[in-house]
T-cell receptor, first 115, second 115 residues
Framework: AQKITQTQPGMFVQEKEAVTLDCTYDTSDPSYGLFWYKQPSSGEMIFLIYQGSYDQQNATEGRYSLNFQKARKSANLVISASQLGDSAMYFCAMRKEDAGNMLTFGGGTRLMVKP | GAGVSQSPSNKVTEKGKDVELRCDPISGHTALYWYRQSLGQGLEFLIY????????KSGLPSDRFSAERTGGSVSTLTIQRTQQEDSAVYLC?????????????FGPGTRLTVL
C-alpha cells in the first residue's frame, strides 16, 4: 500500500522568503509519480509540479521546485520568494503507475505568508 | 481551454434523500476520477473511469454510492439515502491517462452538507 506523510500541519513564512514543505512517502512500487497541489480557500486543487520516480533531475516550475531524494523517500516542495497569494493548503500526492493511476494524498500543510 | 467543471457548487440535503453530483471533464480527457475531501478522512479516492467503464470502484464507501459516465464525457456521482457522514467536498479530476504526462486536473468541487 502507498502512504504519503506531511508532518507540518501549518507553517508561516515571511513574504519574499523561501519555504520548504515536507513530504515523505512509502511504496514498494519501482515506478511512481509524485505531485504537489495547491488548494486556496476557494477549494480548487491546482496542480503545481510533478516528479517521476525515474527522473534524474529535480523538477522545477517557476518559483516551485521539488527536492526529490529517492533513497530517503522524500519529495519536498520548495517555494522561492513567497508571495501573499501563496497562502493556501498544499498537498503532496503519489500516483501508482498501474491501471488507473489514481492519487494517494498526504494530510496537507497550511502555509501562511506574512506581509 | 475550459477546465473541469462540477455542479452544483453547493448542495444541502436532508438525511435520507438522494443526491446527484455532476462532473464535466476537460475535453478529450479519457480518464475521470472522483475523490472525497472530508475533515476526518482527508482526500480519498472513490472511483475511476476510463471512457465509460469503471475499472476501479474500490474507493466507494458503501453500496449507497454509485457513479456512471456517458459518452466518455460527463460523469454523475449518486449518493442514495444520504447520511450525515457523507458531508464532504466531492472533487472530480480528469486526465489524459493512459497517455504520458497524465496530470490530473481538478474541478472546483461540490460541497455536500447532509442535515
Amino acid at each position: 500500500a502507498q502512504k504519503i506523510t506531511q508532518t507540518q500541519p501549518g507553517m508561516f513564512v515571511q513574504e519574499k522568503e523561501a519555504v520548504t514543505l515536507d513530504c515523505t512517502y512509502d511504496t514498494s512500487d519501482p515506478s511512481y509519480g509524485l505531485f504537489w497541489y495547491k488548494q486556496p480557500s476557494s477549494g480548487e486543487m491546482i496542480f503545481l509540479i510533478y516528479q517521476g520516480s525515474y527522473d534524474q533531475q529535480n523538477a522545477t516550475e517557476g518559483r516551485y521546485s521539488l527536492n526529490f531524494q529517492k533513497a530517503r523517500k522524500s519529495a519536498n516542495l520548495v517555494i522561492s520568494a513567497s508571495q501573499l497569494g501563496d497562502s493556501a493548503m498544499y498537498f503532496c500526492a503519489m500516483r501508482k503507475e498501474d491501471a488507473g493511476n489514481m492519487l494517494t494524498f498526504g494530510g496537507g500543510t497550511r502555509l501562511m505568508v506574512k506581509p | 481551454g475550459a477546465g473541469v467543471s462540477q455542479s452544483p457548487s453547493n448542495k444541502v440535503t436532508e438525511k435520507g434523500k438522494d443526491v446527484e453530483l455532476r462532473c464535466d471533464p476537460i475535453s478529450g480527457h479519457t480518464a475521470l476520477y472522483w475523490y472525497r475531501q472530508s475533515l476526518g478522512q482527508g482526500l480519498e479516492f472513490l472511483i475511476y473511469f476510463q471512457g465509460n467503464s469503471a475499472p476501479d470502484k474500490s474507493g466507494l464507501p458503501s453500496d449507497r454510492f454509485s457513479a456512471e459516465r456517458t459518452g466518455g464525457s460527463v460523469s454523475t456521482l449518486t449518493i442514495q439515502r444520504t447520511q450525515q457522514e457523507d458531508s464532504a467536498v466531492y472533487l472530480c479530476a480528469s486526465s489524459s491517462y493512459p497517455l504520458q504526462a497524465d496530470t490530473q486536473y481538478f474541478g472546483p468541487g461540490t460541497r455536500l452538507t447532509v442535515l
